[in-house]
């Protein structure tokens, strides 16, 4: 369904704000499924009216009990469904008929069964757009607000004091993962604000819940776990809306397949896989990527600090120097620092610290600093002093064997400092058993303050989050004569495409069977290059399909060997072989685009090129279009940059004109980019700097988009 800018704000509402429950298939029995949405609902001071329903009861818990939604007096916001798949159509017809805004399904058996699932799945999502009522689920555990004491669900995961102060959120589509998320929060001290699983997502998706999450003043950070991700424009649109209000998204996805792709037939497509628009587009609007589910949650409790993340820079605080040191090594592999201290801090630093300790950074307390008698008012003195200094954003405190009274005087200390305003974040690592600093993560969990297993999370962490330099949207105009070349298919599309794109090409000539090649090659300087002419054919020096520096007088041979090479291959598109001077020598580079046609950005890559280009896989990518600067910063990360850049005694190599024909590519994609596919130039020949670059060989494919197939 289509949101204008209002409907977000309203489907949050709907979701996370309802003012009466309706429970179908409430029993106050025990422990089981059927018996813990109302439980919970209870439990955690729900402040709306609850409505159980069930024909076998007239009360459930002391609260009445109605036999359908009709037989409620006033009315209905959301509707739990505890029925079996079956009975859900009717559920769901009936909660639409009495007026509900929200039916969430928790059952399972539909499209994740097979045909039948697939049918009553389709049958829910066609009555909720017939009728306005939106569906949360199937196959859901439903949705939390903490803070509203809302808490549609049954996962075991609620059974616990929640305060949701943390402003994150969580949305995903898979329910075991999202109990998990609850419990694993919990545990980091990430108390989450809200919690939504979509489950099969037969009407409402993650990404419409975020929408409706990121209009809640109380949510700052939106944590999603996505099995994909099809509608490309409105992840973009998310991605934008949430950039534009100042909330961070952080994305955990699996399930990166290639079904209903473009079928990579570019060395570029192959290299860098069937994701990386989503990956393109997260990169240029903010959306943070992550691998696994602790890293989802790292970065959300990274996020959540009181104090805001401002650089990169990082003061260290540990009891062991091999850790401190064992910090600064991850720091520094992960793009941060760990700055010198300025002269005043150490000065007061040296104050504090034992003599055999260190001041510099990491400051280096020592086991001795826990022992004195005034312990805790050193530390806290020493961390404030750290957090003061003006070469570093964030501090980070490594507990070893800290354990017993003395572990819960020192995260009473640390939650001390947190709650009186330190404004810089601080991060713990505790190198030590959660079951002897139990009592002590609990107290830093209640102030905020993230824990971290190990030197190497903390860092990898931080760099997910630490701002960077901002990814403009680059203000450069599409170039649609470009595209319209690209698109067409006819004879002369190569030459109407390097015309828009002012890229120089080597110019073959066609000799088709039965051409006087040794008449096409007269009076042109040779040597030349000799390749099969075949559309179908996507790489020719696979089969041998590509011949270099052949002299003028073995034209004709060589032209009768590919011919031959075509035929026992089976080549039927077999046009000919394309002969051209070749090219000067110089840097083989590989400029490529890629639209997938589903919304998302279209790409431009740039990398190492020539026949061994997937074995060295040197490419960057980033959504198009982009300008000739960005076209630079794109080359600056290949490994490849010093063979541009000049390297032992090398002329550099001509940039500017790599820089235009990427730059040049890209805006042709852009144009493009709501069709489906591929185009490369490969090799591009980069010639000593203020000579020009030449388009040796280019390879274009393309296909219908995705709602062009079946029209």
């Known amino acids: 369904m289509s949101l204008n800018d209002d409907e977000p704000a309203s489907l949050y509402r709907a979701l996370f704000r309802p003012e009466s429950v309706a429970i179908v298939g409430a029993s106050g029995r025990g422990v089981g499924v059927t018996a813990r949405p109302l439980r919970f609902l209870r439990q955690h001071r729900f402040a709306g009216r609850i409505h159980p329903v069930n024909p076998r009861y007239d009360e459930i818990d002391g609260i009445p009990c109605f036999p359908d939604l009709a037989s409620i007096p006033d009315g209905v916001d959301t509707v739990l469904s505890l029925v079996p798949a079956a009975q859900t159509a009717q559920i769901v017809q009936e909660a639409a008929a009495v007026g509900a805004?929200?039916?969430?399904?928790?059952?399972?058996?539909?499209?994740?069964?097979?045909?039948?699932?697939?049918?009553?799945?389709?049958?829910?999502?066609?009555?909720?757009?017939?009728?306005?009522?939106?569906?949360?689920?199937?196959?859901?555990?439903?949705?939390?607000?903490?803070?509203?004491?809302?808490?549609?669900?049954?996962?075991?995961?609620?059974?616990?004091?929640?305060?949701?102060?943390?402003?994150?959120?969580?949305?995903?589509?898979?329910?075991?993962?999202?109990?998990?998320?609850?419990?694993?929060?919990?545990?980091?001290?990430?108390?989450?604000?809200?919690?939504?699983?979509?489950?099969?997502?037969?009407?409402?998706?993650?990404?419409?819940?975020?929408?409706a999450m990121i209009t809640d003043d109380q949510i700052k950070v939106?944590?999603?776990?996505?099995?994909?991700?099809?509608?490309?424009?409105?992840?973009?649109?998310?991605?934008?809306?949430?950039?534009?209000?100042?909330?961070?998204?952080?994305?955990?996805?699996?399930?990166?397949?290639?079904?209903?792709?473009?079928?990579?037939?570019?060395?570029?497509?192959?290299?860098?896989?069937?994701?990386?628009?989503?990956?393109?587009?997260?990169?240029?609007?903010?959306?943070?990527?992550?691998?696994?589910?602790?890293?989802?949650?790292?970065?959300g409790a990274a996020l959540a600090a009181p104090a805001p993340l401002r650089g990169s820079r990082l003061g260290v605080i540990?009891?062991?120097?091999?850790?401190?040191?064992?910090?600064?090594?991850?720091a520094e592999d992960n793009g941060l620092e760990v700055p010198p201290l300025g002269e005043g801090t150490t000065t007061q630093l040296a104050a504090l610290v034992p003599a055999f300790g260190a001041v510099a950074n990491p400051v280096d307390i020592t086991a001795q600093a826990f022992s004195t008698p005034t312990a805790m008012q050193d530390l806290a003195e020493i961390c404030r002093l750290t957090a003061a200094d003006e070469a570093v954003d964030s501090v980070a405190f490594i507990l070893t064997m800290v354990i017993g009274q003395r572990a819960l005087d020192v995260a009473q200390m640390l939650a001390a400092l947190a709650r009186d305003g330190l404004d810089k974040p601080l991060w713990i690592v505790w190198l030590a058993s959660r079951e002897q600093t139990a009592d002590a993560r609990a107290v830093l969990r209640e102030a905020g303050i993230p824990v971290f297993a190990s030197v190497g999370d903390l860092a990898r962490t931080l760099a997910r989050v630490v701002p960077g330099p901002t990814r403009a949207v680059a203000d450069v105009a599409d170039d649609p004569e470009a595209a319209a070349a690209l698109l067409a298919d006819t004879p002369d599309r190569l030459d109407k495409i390097f015309s828009a794109l002012a890229v120089d090409r080597a110019s073959p000539v066609l000799a088709a069977r039965g051409a006087d090649v040794a008449a096409i090659v007269s009076g042109r300087p040779g040597p030349f290059a000799m390749k099969i002419n075949a559309p179908s054919l996507t790489h020719k020096s696979d089969i041998g399909g590509v011949r270099l520096d052949v002299a003028p007088e073995q034209a004709e041979t060589v032209f009768a060997e590919l011919a031959a090479i075509a035929d026992q291959h089976g080549i039927t598109d077999f046009a000919g072989v394309d002969i051209e001077p070749m090219a000067r020598p110089g840097l083989e580079l590989i400029v490529g685009a890629t639209s997938s046609g589903d919304g998302y950005p279209a790409i431009v890559s740039v990398g190492l090129g020539g026949t061994a280009t997937e074995v060295l896989a040197d490419v960057a990518a980033t959504a198009a279009p982009i300008d000739a600067a960005q076209a630079t910063d794109l080359l600056r990360r290949l490994k490849s940059w010093p063979l541009l850049d000049g390297f032992r005694g090398r002329p550099p190599a001509d940039v500017a004109a790599v820089t235009h024909a990427v730059s040049a590519v890209s805006r042709m994609a852009a144009a493009a980019s709501g069709h489906r596919f591929e185009f490369e130039i490969n090799p591009l020949i980069v010639h000593a700097a203020g000579e020009g670059a030449t388009a040796a060989d280019v390879l274009v494919h393309t296909a219908p988009a995705p709602d062009e197939r079946d029209s």
Request: proline share 0%; with cysteine; charged share 20%.
């Open 222 to 299: 939106v944590l999603m776990y996505a099995e994909g991700i099809a509608d490309g424009a409105r992840f973009v649109r998310l991605a934008r809306r949430a950039a534009q209000a100042g909330k961070r998204l952080v994305l955990l996805r699996s399930g990166r397949s290639s079904t209903g792709k473009l079928a990579a037939a570019s060395h570029t497509g192959a290299m860098l896989g069937d994701d990386l628009a989503l990956v393109a587009a997260a990169e240029r609007y903010g959306v943070i990527l992550v691998g696994d589910v602790n890293e989802l949650l790292s970065v």
């Open 101 to 211: 805004r929200v039916v969430v399904v928790f059952a399972s058996g539909f499209a994740e069964v097979g045909e039948e699932g697939r049918r009553m799945q389709a049958e829910l999502d066609a009555i909720a757009r017939r009728t306005g009522v939106r569906i949360v689920g199937p196959n859901c555990q439903g949705l939390i607000h903490v803070r509203n004491q809302f808490f549609g669900t049954f996962t075991n995961a609620a059974d616990r004091e929640m305060h949701g102060t943390s402003g994150v959120a969580y949305v995903g589509q898979s329910g075991a993962v999202g109990g998990s998320m609850l419990d694993l929060a919990a545990e980091m001290g990430l108390s989450l604000t809200a919690w939504a699983s979509t489950g099969n997502q037969a009407n409402l998706d993650l990404v419409e819940v975020a929408e």
């Open 318 to 330: 540990t009891a062991s120097g091999g850790a401190g040191i064992l910090l600064t090594d991850h």
